[in-house]
């Protein structure tokens, strides 16, 4: 009868464990977009730049802006909007090498993290983003063109994050078209 007893609360500790583990990994993702969150984002930024002072290795992070979400959500609904950002997710995480990581930082705004790539190797990489946004809007299944402008900025170990940031975010300002400022 102990046995009995052993073994479901084994399994009853084993279902908590799982679902606590669910819950756990809920909320370091972002809700609509399904990308890290800024949070974890920036938690999981912070320790890569310690781990690239300590290895003297190269890192670059891409500041993402979402062109004319503004004009999807007033013509189309803040839904088709949810939908825009969400496939743009989508496309970014599916593009970068596995051990690469994005996170959402504002509300049309991501940030990737190139890990172990200097600036000509991440814009490498990003290649395969702009095709696959490319190939998106060429079905057009949208009545809308799928657009996005990048800042890329690699990192020194003699700049903070919040440094690192403001850099790839003027880049990707002087990248954006003049129509869009």
């Given at each position: ?14 279902k908590q ?8 990994k ?19 930024l ?16 891409a ?10 959500n007033?013509?189309?609904?803040h839904?088709?909007g ?8 989508t496309?970014?995480r ?5 051990y ?12 990737v ?29 949208r ?9 890329f900025?690699?990192?020194t ?7 690192l ?17």
């Amino acid at each position: 009868m102990g046995k009995d007893i052993d073994r479901r609360l084994i399994r009853i500790i084993k279902k908590q464990n799982v679902k606590i583990a669910k819950l756990q990994k809920k909320l370091t993702l972002d809700f609509g977009t399904g990308v890290l969150n800024k949070g974890q984002g920036f938690l999981k930024l912070k320790q890569h730049m310690e781990l690239c002072n300590k290895k003297n290795l190269p890192m670059t992070i891409a500041f993402v802006d979402v062109d004319n979400l503004k004009k999807v959500n007033d013509k189309f609904g803040h839904c088709e909007g949810d939908k825009l950002l969400k496939r743009i997710a989508t496309i970014i995480r599916r593009n970068i090498r596995e051990y690469d990581f994005v996170f959402r930082y504002g509300g049309d705004e991501f940030i990737v993290v190139f890990r172990n790539a200097d600036i000509r190797k991440a814009k490498k990489i990003w290649e395969r983003v702009k095709k696959k946004i490319y190939e998106e809007n060429t079905r057009r299944r949208r009545p809308y063109i799928i657009s996005i402008t990048v800042g890329f900025a690699g990192y020194t170990d003699n700049i903070s994050l919040q440094e690192l940031i403001e850099f790839a975010d003027k880049n990707m300002y002087r990248n954006k078209p003049l129509q869009m400022i």
